[in-house]
């Protein structure tokens, strides 16, 4: 156009001066000056042909008289001026035209001198522009003119002017914002760059010169430009400096492939990376660019003898750099298998520097649960290599700080697992020593993953055996100053030395406690070095290994039996002595099997019992002496406590005395209450005293969690004799009396430690739950508490236990004040007073229910304190007592127990686990036999059903994240013993399957001969057909695996499982909604389940086939949605009628029946027909039934015609798949009738998404509820759970699936586990699509589009509408439904009429595709991929098969491989893709063009 306009304007006058001045005239635009460019741009080439002898005078005196002023009036008016005319857009466009003219009158005028000139002046700009603000758009046209007039500049003679254009122009790219930042950036450098000289060098300097850390995008955006002079290929001319060999230059690549943060600085880094590779590959010359560290690893290196291995492994790191950008996991899952290449050709060149800057970046991340998990899984994979020094050990410790940030204890736990694998494989144990690994040890958490007696710790002991003497010496000492040795043994027997011998000035007299890590590592060390000894031999030597034990710790038992008789022991040794036994003891006890065969802690605890004498003097002196005076002093109340329990639970031969520990408890308890009862004696509460009041009360706690624990009342004799000890014990419980906070003494001769100190709250808050863990223990082991009214009270009964109202109330008082993590004591005593008060004070019970439901509703299921606080909770409120009496009485209890139950459901969708501890403890305490339970337990399971029937259907649909941490939770509890994580931590149950595991294995153990139970399973049963039918009228749509078809599943499950239960009378209630059910549309795998159970009821109740019979005689308007339904059931009539005394009449009835459907307009149904024909036919045949021979030459006829027909297009082949399909073929109602079949096989086979499988396993670990004699088999009995799901589904004539079906499909199909054939329709799709096209008086393509992977309506109706355009063969879709699409409808408009539609549903799209291939068309992808081909340079065959991907996921990589070949659209934009419908569109039109031109040609 632009020629064209040249020519006429060159056709009005030839005098170009006259032209030239003729455009100069009039207000200046940017429609002129682009008009004068073009008409330059025709003279500069007929003066390149020899005419034109006044161009160059006339080029001048554009340049000077219009251009120039021009350009000077647009820099000295920027834009956004007041007086700015043009506008911004306008006025940059008009500047782009006016540069650009402005170099093509340079370029005619043929003088340098005029462009050295310009840039002179436009440089002095730019300057000036760049140190005002406000004047960005003077600098903008100041580049304008740069870069039109750089390149005519002479690189010697202006060659100082082109360096200080260059450096000026950089300094402006690098530093500043805004267009003409950009401009120079983009244009004036790289178009200074070119030109070589100077201007390159001064650019190239800049780059490289050292500076801070500026951005990177501007940087490698001129890198970019650049290119093709920093990085030359062989034999070009002035190339520039090698951009291979400079550090700098790859660390600004690295920075943009690493923390770019926009997509086209990391675009532009990978194009370098790219073209250096290239550029070496080519030259074939060794290259090398060091790090300029002194060991640190190559940032480039090129080798010509490895040309292969390093192209191929450049060509995958790019490529997955590429498909990372992208950050769709189906993309990239792909591309994945290449990094195992990619990281064993980088480990193999440079193992340990690559695994060290890697474990170190992994350190300086914040990472979720399941990245690190899997992260650390593939780090524990690497084969074993000496790769990693103390270095590497340290950054494995921060990456194992890095996986405590997760609330995901399993997840938490398994990485902890591989990282310590990690450790093992890699480290090269002669660069760390025993102290390096004892210190990365004590990074784990013992408690979540390295548990003593698991595989990982007798790994870990094989590992030090095997490398004990290997391990080298630290440069300086430890963190103990323990000077190392190469030995496990002298190592540990130095480490526990040093650990009890505290320096002289650590007196700890009224200082803090010893830092526990200390005696936990001390504790790891000893057990770890007594096992390795242990395995050094073959055969267990316990006397071995009992002096090795004896050898490590006999400093420390040395320390302990001195405590009760040496007083003047350093109080800082008696606390790391103390807190070094605690620790052992608590480590030493081995998990998983192991427990059984143990050795090691037997001879631990005869160790110490040796000890015990001293350690429970030391105790009740410290404890009772007044020696515990500080704040401080409560941490150490809270040590020797811990000790006294640990000590009071270890087993062991005491002799008639009995075990000393024990034998402290009397004189601790009387002691205690003494200190009470004087400390409320009025006097003054000061520190000291106040401290001790709170030790006497922990000490009590103490005395009954050991009582409680031992499972035995203290014998304890007091003086008077006429006090007993329950009584005083309860009067020293001043239940509304806190702790108050210490005064000041007057006159003391020592500071008083500050009480005003944050930690005062706390304690007294220990100090309330301390009363209430006494309170809890007596109201335990007093259960026979007095009556409730005022006026009968029992003398002498403590105070307590006199007014259980008034306890209550302080119960509910002290849970205001106490923290969440102290209320469990409070619990416990609730739950054994509200029965005694719910029927006559009920107002208070309601509070009590209410403040405690409070407390847990505001906690996070992430808190440790969270479970335990619910499981107390739920004991509390939900006690069989407490249920039977508020059902009884039917009051407000009643109501508010049931609003706080359905409370509970509804917390479980957002926290997983809530309902599941419901459950388990209701089912425990109604169902039968149950230990401890009294009979009349069950009664509460039918005042309280509806937690049953919500426990039958529970189970939500989870968000893509949460069911991500389920599913690898899962993968990790599947990992078994292999991962000490499963051993270590209590496997709580919490996965929302147990709740309705938990509920079926209640069910089973139900007796059916008890009338209670009877009673409560049929009212169940109706309970669940109601809440059937109110989920199947409900408006929301019932897609495939939502909610609303899950809740459906769930409901004949649990029918199916209780209809053995079921008598005929019951039976007579149920059975017309059975059958109604029937006639409602739904999912196939519903349907599979009211037909199995309808089967079920016709076979053992015969009684009822009439009914059946009258199903097939509703109306057709009726029947049209359901009749396959019935048909199925039909297909099973050797089971219906197999207790049937006289089954001719039946099977008369059955084959009019299934004749009559046999000729139904709907191919479905006919299809469903003629099954139960074959069935029912088969069996007339068998028992030779002479009166059906007028009929044989009918259904003979009927059956061997869908056999036989061979123009019947799909009818063939539908009729074998039917009758392949398992329903029909393998399934045998009774013989399948079991759990694993109804929970397992049957969702499987019927396409649920696998969240509804549940495996059969998980009924045998739920050991909450026992199995029970009556309970269902099982397993199958058959080889049904063999089978793979079928490519049929059961679909209604008329149902109507909408967008959400086809996605929920497809996306099932996309992820299935375990893949399996689809066979693809035999639709004789040539001769439908020629005999169409022939009707319409179009021309025949070959080309198919197939759309079965897109689901948005308006996609697939623009495509329909453009492959009927131009004249696809057909278009295929995922379902025809989709026609009736409104959305589909508007972009199509009717163009579905005139073009053939061939529905291939997205399963059958493999079996579709090999099928077209063998018809000799050629399947192309439209995909980017790494081999792809572009559209520009793809020459399309004949039969050419369009497969066109989903519009978020692309086409499946499964499906990838089954292409002939991929083609993608060249882009040169940012964004990454097109959208489905327009890339569809190009390659439809590529296609329609290039078959024109040949039938052109031909």
């Not at 030259?283 to 290196?301: D, I, K, M, R, Y």
């Not at 060149?349 to 990245?371: D, N, Y």
């Not at 492959?1363 to 163009?1391: I, M, N, R």
Request: net charge neutral; charged share 20%.
């Amino acid at each position: 156009m632009e020629w064209v306009l040249a020519e006429a304007l060159l056709g009005l006058s030839r005098d170009p001066r006259v032209l030239l001045r003729t455009l100069c005239q009039g207000e200046a635009s940017a429609e002129r000056v682009e008009t004068l460019h073009f008409l330059l741009q025709r003279l500069e080439d007929e003066a390149a042909r020899g005419g034109g002898d006044a161009l160059p005078e006339a080029a001048r005196e554009v340049a000077a008289g219009y251009l120039v002023p021009l350009l000077r009036r647009l820099r000295t008016c920027p834009a956004g001026a007041p007086d700015a005319d043009p506008p911004a857009r306008p006025r940059r466009r008009l500047l782009r035209a006016a540069g650009a003219a402005l170099r093509t009158c340079a370029r005619l005028a043929g003088g340098p001198p005029l462009a050295a000139t310009l840039a002179e002046e436009a440089l002095r700009d730019l300057r000036a522009a760049g140190a005002v603000p406000g004047l960005e758009g003077g600098a903008e046209a100041a580049v304008e003119v740069l870069a039109a007039v750089g390149p005519c500049l002479r690189p010697r003679e202006d060659g100082p002017l082109l360096q200080r254009v260059a450096e000026a122009a950089l300094a402006l790219a690098l530093a500043g914002d805004g267009e003409a930042a950009a401009l120079a950036a983009g244009r004036l450098l790289p178009a200074l760059g070119r030109g070589g000289g100077a201007a390159l060098r001064a650019v190239w300097g800049g780059l490289v010169a050292p500076s801070g850390p500026g951005r990177v995008g501007p940087r490698l955006q001129v890198l970019s430009a650049l290119a093709e002079r920093l990085l030359p290929a062989p034999g070009e001319r002035e190339a520039g400096p090698d951009a291979r060999r400079c550090a700098r230059f790859w660390r600004t690549v690295q920075a943009g492939l690493a923390d770019a943060e926009d997509a086209l600085t990391r675009k532009q880094a990978r194009y370098l990376l790219q073209r250096a590779a290239e550029v070496s590959a080519e030259q074939g010359v060794p290259c090398t660019c060091g790090s300029g560290e002194a060991n640190g690893p190559s940032l480039f290196w090129w080798s010509g003898e490895k040309k292969e291995e390093l192209l191929k492994f450049w060509e995958n790191y790019i490529l997955i750099m590429e498909t990372l950008e992208g950050n769709q996991i189906h993309v990239i899952k792909p591309v994945l298998p290449k990094l195992n290449s990619l990281f064993e050709y980088a480990v193999s060149e440079e193992t340990g520097s690559f695994l060290l800057k890697w474990i170190q970046k992994m350190s300086s991340r914040h990472w979720c649960a399941v990245p690190i998990l899997f992260l650390s899984k593939a780090l524990a994979s690497v084969p074993r290599c000496k790769a990693l020094g103390l270095e590497g050990l340290l950054a494995l410790r921060g990456v194992l700080q890095c996986t405590m940030a997760t609330h995901q204890i399993l997840l938490r736990g398994a990485a902890q697992c591989h990282l310590l694998h990690a450790a093992m494989n890699l480290v090269d144990v002669e660069e760390v020593s025993l102290s390096d690994i004892s210190a990365f040890l004590m990074s784990l958490r013992q408690e979540e993953s390295l548990g003593r007696g698991t595989a990982l710790w007798t790994e870990l002991c094989d590992w030090l055996r095997v490398n004990e003497s290997c391990f080298g010496r630290p440069s300086t000492c430890g963190s103990l100053g323990l000077q190392e040795t190469c030995s496990l043994n002298a190592y540990v027997k130095s480490l526990v030395q040093e650990y009890i011998t505290s320096p002289a000035w650590e007196t700890g007299e009224n200082g803090r406690m010893p830092d526990w890590a200390e005696a936990k590592l001390v504790a790891l060390m000893v057990l770890l070095a007594v096992d390795v000894e242990g395995r050094k031999v073959q055969h267990s030597e316990r006397q071995r290994t009992q002096n090795v034990l004896r050898l490590f710790l006999e400093p420390l038992l040395d320390a302990l039996t001195k405590l009760g008789s040496n007083a003047y022991l350093p109080l800082r040794k008696t606390d790391r002595c103390l807190q070094a036994l605690v620790t052992l003891l608590r480590t030493c006890s081995p998990k998983g099997a192991s427990a059984r065969d143990d050795e090691v802690s037997p001879l631990l605890q005869d160790l110490v019992a040796s000890a015990t004498e001293s350690i429970s003097n030391f105790l009740l002196r410290r404890l009772t002496m007044n020696e515990l005076s500080s704040v401080a002093d409560l941490d150490r109340c809270h040590l020797y406590l811990q000790v006294f329990a640990e000590l009071a639970g270890l087993p062991g031969k005491w002799g008639e005395r009995g075990s000393p520990i024990l034998r402290i408890i009397a004189p601790l308890r009387n002691a205690s209450i003494r200190h009470l009862q004087d400390t409320d004696s009025g006097l003054v509460p000061t520190l000291g005293r106040q401290v001790q009041r709170a030790v006497s009360m922990a000490a009590l706690a103490a005395v009954c969690e050991v009582c409680a624990a031992l499972d035995q009342t203290p014998e304890l004799q007091l003086d008077p004799p006429d006090a007993g000890p329950p009584e005083q014990l309860l009067a020293a419980l001043p239940l509304g009396q806190r702790l108050q906070k210490p005064q000041p003494e007057e006159q003391s001769s020592l500071p008083e430690e500050p009480s005003s100190s944050p930690g005062w709250g706390r304690i007294a808050a220990q100090y309330v739950h301390d009363q209430w863990v006494c309170l809890s223990f007596l109201l335990r082991t007093h259960r026979a508490l007095p009556p409730t009214s005022e006026g009968a009270l029992l003398d002498p009964v403590p105070p307590p236990l006199q007014t259980p109202a008034r306890t209550l109330q302080a119960a509910l008082a002290a849970l205001t004040v106490l923290p969440s993590d102290r209320v469990l004591p409070v619990f416990r005593c609730m739950k054994l007073l509200v029965p005694q008060l719910l029927a006559s004070s009920e107002p208070v019970c309601i509070e009590a229910f209410d403040m405690a439901w409070k407390i847990i509703s505001t906690l996070s299921n992430t808190q440790l304190v969270f479970w335990s606080n619910l499981k107390a909770f739920v004991q509390f409120v939900f006690d069989t007592k407490v249920l039977t009496i508020a059902a009884k009485i039917k009051g407000q209890a009643y109501f508010k127990i049931k609003e706080i139950m359905h409370q509970m459901i509804e917390m479980s969708a957002v926290k997983t686990g809530v309902f599941n501890m419901l459950i388990t403890h209701c089912c425990q305490s109604w169902g039968v036999p149950a230990p401890g339970v009294s009979q009349g337990s069950f009664s509460n399971a039918a005042d309280y059903s509806e937690l049953l029937l919500e426990a039958c259907v529970f189970g939500t649909v989870f968000r893509r994240d949460q069911r991500l941490i389920q599913d690898v939770q899962t993968f990790i509890e599947n990992l078994g013993h292999d991962c000490a994580a499963n051993v270590v931590i209590e496997n709580t149950k919490r996965e929302d399957h147990y709740v309705r595991v938990c509920a079926v294995k209640f069910l089973c153990l139900l007796d059916d001969s008890s009338a209670s139970h009877k009673a409560f399973m049929e009212d169940l049963a109706i309970k669940l057909l109601e809440k059937e039918a109110l989920v199947s009228s409900s408006r929301t749509r019932c897609y495939a695996n939502s909610q609303q078809h899950r809740v459906q599943n769930r409901v004949w499950q649990t029918l199916l499982v209780l209809f053995p239960r079921f008598d005929q009378n019951f039976l007579n209630r149920i059975i017309d909604k059975i059958f109604q059910a029937g006639f409602i549309n739904s999912q196939a795998s519903i349907k599979y389940y009211i037909e199995w159970i309808i089967i079920l009821i016709l076979h053992k109740f015969p009684q009822f086939l009439p009914k059946f019979w009258d199903c097939f005689s509703c109306g057709e308007e009726h029947l049209k949605t359901s009749i396959c339904t019935f048909l199925s059931v039909l297909s099973h009539l050797d089971i219906i009628i197999q207790n049937l005394p006289e089954k001719r009449l039946a099977l008369k009835q059955a084959l009019v029946i299934a004749l009559q459907w046999g000729f139904s307009h709907n191919f479905s149904v006919r299809l469903y027909a003629l099954v139960a024909l074959n069935k029912a036919w088969g069996m007339c045949k068998t028992l030779r039934m002479g009166e059906l021979d007028a009929l044989a030459s009918v259904i003979e006829s009927s059956l061997s015609q869908v056999e036989s027909t061979p123009g019947a297009g799909n009818a063939k082949r539908n009729w074998q798949r039917i009758q392949d399909h398992f329903f029909f073929a393998a399934f045998h109602p009774l013989q399948d009738y079991c759990l694993e079949t109804i929970f397992h096989i049957l969702p499987r086979l019927a396409g649920l998404v696998e969240d509804e499988w549940i495996a059969i396993d998980k009924f045998a670990k739920f050991t909450d509820l026992p199995s029970g004699a009556g309970a269902h088999r099982y397993l199958s009995a058959t080889q049904l759970r063999e089978l793979r799901p079928g490519d049929w589904a059961q679909q209604d004539a008329g149902s109507h699936s909408g967008e959400a079906d086809n996605q929920s499909e497809w996306t099932d199909v996309q992820k299935k586990v375990i893949p399996w054939r689809h066979a693809a329709p035999d639709a004789d799709l040539e001769l439908a699509f020629q005999d169409r096209a022939a009707k319409l008086g179009k021309a025949i393509s070959r080309l198919i589009v197939v759309a079965s992977l897109i689901d948005k309506p308006t996609n697939l109706g623009g495509l329909c509408r453009t492959c009927e355009v131009f004249g696809a063969a057909a278009l295929v879709v995922g379902s025809l439904q989709c026609v009736s699409d409104k959305q589909f409808q508007q972009l199509s408009v009717s163009a579905e009429q005139w073009l053939p539609l061939v529905e291939v549903k997205p399963p059958q799209l493999a079996g579709y595709l090999r099928q077209k291939q063998a018809e000799g068309y050629t399947v192309i992808g439209v995909e980017q991929t790494a081999r792809s081909t572009a559209l520009t340079q793809y020459c399309f065959p004949e039969r050419s098969l369009l497969l066109l991907g989903n519009e978020r996921e692309g086409i499946p990589a499964s499906l990838i491989q089954q292409l002939d070949v991929c083609v993608e659209i060249p882009q040169r934009g940012i964004t990454r893709s097109l959208n489905v419908h327009v890339s569809g569109a190009l390659l439809i039109w590529e296609y329609a063009r290039q078959q024109g031109r040949r039938g052109a040609q031909a």
